[in-house]
């Protein structure tokens, strides 16, 4: 995660742990835009949202198999 504080890549982490459980995915879901609210402000918010459903989709993908 190029560019992110620390404290933003711990919270990202955070996300990825609790985007498996789907009791929980609307939660995750505000907690993974709130988690890449930095990153937003230094790639460029249009972009990022174009890519944010796809990494959040993928990630629980992969966590529930």
Known sequence: MVGLSPEDRNRADEVGKTAGTTSRAIQCNA??????????????????????GAV??????????
Request: hydrophobic fraction near 45%; charged fraction near 20%.
């Open 56 to 65: 959040l989709w993928l990630t629980m993908t992969l966590r529930t198999e």
């Open 31 to 52: 907690a993974v835009h709130a988690a890449v609210a930095p990153a937003k402000r230094q790639i460029g918010e249009h972009a990022l949202e174009q890519h944010c």
